[in-house]
């Protein structure tokens, strides 16, 4: 705590230095935006890990205390505090550049997640994965469809799609995080239980079909014109089907060749080229970029150390720098204060939160206890498929910048993300852990007091939820 406060307290005085040389000075546009760049950089790093680090010894996922970091940086609170101070730091260019830097953190964040999503899928664990992601993602959406259509005032965006508005509302509420809910198995020691190896196949699986439905809806709503969306969903599917039989074998051929000649260092490069290539092409067919890159990720090979390695090197400056710039921008677009005074607009934020818990408490739950998991265990099925943490903040933004929903809907979707988060850890401490290890000689199949499922184990080493 001692060092919290001292890193607290040397942020703010860096800010008052740099505040008092440059905000008073004579020096150049040019050199005064690089500069003023620089000090945002260096104090949204030092905040975001701050909290992080605060957060985290209160039993909370990092990044957590990133978010906030995030959002505190923003209207919330600096913003509030100290206008003048806010927009000098974070002026018009220096959030333009903050921006663009985040875009790439993002993009190689997406890459990294859909390296993470390709498992080894038994037949017999394809109907049991079924039936789990339906009752996780099909009773938020269908809730989330109603919560939309009771306030589209306050939550819609200029969007003319309304449809568009409802179905990206539900898909928003039904995503779970995969990285931050392999970070609090890892914490609470669930990872090689079956119930958390059942919860990751499941986020593995819930991502996929997210984005799936993401693009869908990103292509219904780009343009006004029936034909444009076909030939946009046309274009998708022939990327896709290109990205499997062509870029996949060409990608293993790659990393085998890297895998006999490990000295050349010629595959990082190759990844980031080939991430970057996929996110330009999906922008021009009028998506998001990061579907690329997630597209181009689950064509990675993940049997081989030489990518695990790459994965690792990526993930430190992406998690670490790249992506808490992400979490401001976010911030900045997210206001309390949009809530106002009135009442309805709380009661919209509470009845969300609290929707999107239960319908994922009863939803997986429900689906996991149809699966032969005892009570206990499909609750807390239920209380790990609840945690969306980035998931959410990347779909929430898309949805944000595309117009689908308003910035108090932006504000909504962001809080929600947070507070579910937040609660994932607490929730099952309450409902108890047990040691994963099974004894010396033993499966990692479900234990007999368990009566779970066979469930399909993922390859390689989840990403770190930092990020």
């Known amino acids: 705590m001692l060092k919290v406060v001292a890193g607290v307290v040397l942020l703010l005085g860096a800010v008052g230095l740099w505040w008092g040389r440059l905000g008073s000075g004579g020096s150049s546009t040019e050199v005064d935006t690089t500069a003023r760049f620089l000090l945002a950089v260096m104090v949204i790093i030092l905040l975001s890990h701050l909290l992080g680090a605060l957060l985290g010894r209160l039993g909370q996922p990092l990044v957590i205390g990133e978010i906030l970091g995030g959002l505190l940086l923003g209207p919330s609170l600096l ?6 101070g806010q927009s000098w730091l974070l002026s018009p260019d220096v959030v333009s550049a903050l921006n663009t830097v985040a875009q790439l953190g993002l993009i190689v964040f997406m890459f990294l997640l859909g390296c993470e999503l390709r498992m080894e899928s038994p037949k017999k664990a394809v109907g049991t994965l079924g039936v789990s992601v339906l009752g996780a993602m099909g009773l938020p959406f269908v809730a989330g469809l109603g919560l939309a259509a009771a306030a589209p005032d306050m939550l819609q965006g200029s969007s003319p799609h309304a449809v568009g508005y409802l179905c990206f509302f539900g898909l928003a509420l039904s995503v779970t995080a995969l990285p931050v809910l392999a970070r609090i198995l890892t914490d609470l020691r669930l990872d090689r239980t079956p119930i958390g190896q059942f919860a990751l196949a499941s986020a593995a699986v ?3 079909i997210a984005w799936l439905a993401l693009t869908v809806i990103l292509a219904a709503t780009g343009s006004g014109a029936a034909s444009d969306m076909g030939s946009t969903i046309a274009l998708v599917v022939a990327l896709v089907v290109f990205t499997a039989l062509v870029v ?4 293993a051929t790659a990393v085998r060749r890297a895998e006999e000649r490990p000295g050349k260092g010629t595959l990082l490069p190759l990844l980031l080229v080939g991430a970057i290539s996929y996110a330009v092409l999906t922008h021009l067919l009028g998506l998001h970029a990061v579907i690329g890159a997630f597209l181009f990720g689950t064509a990675i090979p993940r049997d081989s150390k030489v990518t695990e ?3 690792q090197q990526l993930q ?4 670490t720098v790249l992506l808490p710039l992400f979490f401001a921008g976010v911030g900045l677009n997210v206001s309390v204060g949009a809530l106002g005074r009135d009442p309805w607009h709380w009661l919209v934020l509470a009845a969300v939160i609290v929707v999107a818990t239960l319908t994922k408490l009863v939803g997986a739950g429900g689906a996991a206890r149809m699966m032969g998991y005892r009570p206990k265990e499909a609750l807390r099925f239920g209380t790990l498929m609840n945690c969306r943490g980035v998931t959410e903040l990347v779909v929430a933004g898309i949805g944000w910048q595309r117009h689908l929903i308003s910035t108090t809907g932006l504000t909504v979707l962001v809080l929600m993300a947070v507070g579910t988060t937040a609660m994932t850890g607490p929730m099952l401490k309450l409902l108890g852990t047990k040691p994963p290890e099974p004894p010396p000689g ?3 199949g479900p234990p007999a007091d368990s009566d779970g499922p066979a469930v ?3 390859q390689g080493a989840p990403l770190r939820a930092d990020g």
């Open 79 to 84: 913003g509030w505090l100290w206008p003048s």
């Open 206 to 208: 819930g991502d996929g």
């Open 248 to 251: 996949r074998p060409l990608l």
């Open 309 to 311: 390695r790459m994965n």
């Open 316 to 319: 430190g400056f992406t998690l």
């Open 442 to 444: 033993e499966s990692d």
């Open 456 to 458: 399909p184990a993922l």
